[in-house]
């Protein structure tokens, strides 16, 4: 439960008991967003003159009549606080929100969907009547009914941006505009008319997801009307923007107007979300742990670099008078297992010394900070973990309190072929990197999904980690 009221909360809690509100009213609304029956008497000076079961949240109360009435078009209320973007540039306006992700998407993959649109198109359908036949005058693809893929794994990428479980997604699709074409000012949500056929399982459109595939010459813009905010289309531009207000209703100040193509064409992808999932049970619809929430402080993610001068062989020079001394790794659960046998070693640590610690990250403190471009504390230096044959390093994020900005650094391999460590950068594109002995990697490890998933050919690897955390950093925690 939470307990503690943002200024967003306790200015929203004043405004409305000011205004002669219900009390008991408001009480249950916040009762309803997860707030603890102490924490709103603390911050109210206020409690229910009615049992707690018998409380009505006018919201909830405001819906069901609209149900009823058959005019009922909300959604399910936002959950704004469960919303994380990385590398999200917030556009800042009081009536939407709006974000847009440079660079979501490379060239090389903007370029194959574009051909994929290419092969598919048809006429572009809107959700309801429309007298005017020029309204929407693009081409559209239905690029989810296609076997490829890369476009699969964008579409997952789409729903790993915002943290939503996919089952809560429409199917993703491409547009193409040619000269002349546009799709005038419209929004994404569901008319009151338009609800019952197009939302009656998967209910109210929440979130959508639209990228420019390609930079257009001259023209179609996209104009979001009500608040005055332009997009010119630019390759690899994620723009990404909640339809509902936090309440769950429409919000008209969505309203935008994809202007007509002047030179040249427009290929975008768009993804939308809704508030139901098409599943028969409803699995939670923001999927992301604590660790998801920790900040990216690059774009990407992580970097390659060397080893500062005499420090591989200073390390190497150690490996080699105490490797005698290393011991079997034990690590709980499956986190480091042999694709051999249950019994086959998979790792083992040789002990660092307390200088050599010290050296190694005053070594990389720097260089770290300015790759991360923030003040770092050192938190810890791993001995050497050396790998055996067949080890597979499970992928998975790394502590959150401690191992935020982390380096690895190979030290030592004897491979049949290389045994690259795979990462999921800030865009959730994956890669594979190689490392070779005096190589390091930086990486954001608290919140980049990382890990060796493919057995070790070879007879060993060994590598050192190396973690900080920003000096300003504190771990977000999650309430239900």
């Known amino acids: 439960m ?22 008991n009213g408001i009480f249950k609304i916040l009762l309803d967003e997860g707030y603890s029956y102490q924490a709103i008497v603390c911050e109210m000076q206020f409690e229910p003159s009615v049992p707690v079961d018998q409380l009505i949240n ?16 909300y959604g399910q209320p936002i959950a704004t606080d469960r919303l994380f973007i990385p590398n999200g540039k917030p556009i800042n306006s009081e009536s939407i929100q709006l974000y847009t992700v440079a660079d979501f998407l490379n060239s090389d993959e903007c370029e194959h969907i574009i051909a994929a649109i290419e092969s598919q198109l048809r006429p572009s359908e809107l959700s309801s009547f429309e007298a005017d036949n020029a309204f929407r005058t693009s081409k559209t693809c ?14 997952q990428r789409i729903c790993k941006l915002l ?24 929004t ?14 998967m209910g109210q459109r929440t979130f959508t997801v639209m990228i420019y595939l390609n930079t257009v010459e001259e023209g179609g813009i ?22 509902l207000n936090a309440d769950g209703s429409p919000n008209p100040n969505t309203m935008h107007h994809a202007q007509p193509v002047l030179k040249g064409y427009k290929a975008i992808i768009t993804k939308w979300f809704r508030s139901n999932s098409r599943l028969p049970e409803q699995p939670p619809m923001f999927v992301r742990g604590a660790n998801d929430f920790i900040p990216n402080y690059t774009a990407t993610g992580f970097a390659k670099a060397q080893l500062p001068d005499g420090m591989l062989e200073k390390i190497q020079e150690f490996y080699s008078n105490h490797q005698e001394s290393q011991e079997i790794e034990i690590v709980p659960g499956d986190f480091i297992s042999n694709s051999g046998h249950k019994k086959t070693k998979s790792s083992s640590l040789v002990d660092l010394s307390t200088d050599l610690r ?24 791993y001995g050497i973990r050396v790998y055996h044959r067949g080890a597979v390093l499970k992928c998975h994020q790394d502590r959150l309190e401690t191992h935020i900005i982390s380096a690895i650094i190979n030290i030592d391999q004897q491979v049949d072929q290389d045994w690259p460590l795979v990462i999921d950068d800030n865009y959730y594109r994956r890669h594979q990197v190689i ?10 490890g608290g919140r980049l999904t990382h890990g060796r998933p493919y057995p070790l050919e070879g007879e060993s690897f060994a590598n050192i980690f190396c973690h900080f955390k920003p000096a300003d950093y504190i771990p977000r925690q999650l309430t239900d």
């Open 58 to 73: 006018p919201f909830a109360a405001a819906q069901t009549e609209q149900r009823q009435a058959g005019s009922y078009n």
């Open 222 to 243: 996209t104009s979001f009307t009500k608040i005055g905010q332009d997009f010119q289309p630019k390759q690899g531009l994620a723009v990404v923007w909640s339809s």
């Open 163 to 186: 943290g939503i479980d996919e089952s809560y997604s429409e199917t993703i699709q491409g547009q193409h505009y040619s000269v002349g074409q546009e799709f005038k000012p419209h």
């Open 2 to 23: 939470k307990t503690e009221f943002n200024t967003d909360w306790q200015n929203w809690i004043k405004t409305n008991v000011d205004s002669g509100q219900d009390k």
């Open 142 to 155: 239905d690029l989810g009914t296609i076997e490829d893929s890369l476009i699969q794994d964008v579409d």
């Open 435 to 444: 490392l070779k002995p005096g190589e390091v990697i930086f990486y954001e």
């Open 358 to 381: 010290e050296e190694i990250h005053g070594a990389l403190k720097l260089l770290m900070e300015q790759w991360c471009g923030k003040e770092l504390l050192p938190t810890y230096v």
């Open 188 to 201: 994404d949500y569901f008319e009151q008319h338009e609800i019952e056929e197009h939302g009656a399982e």
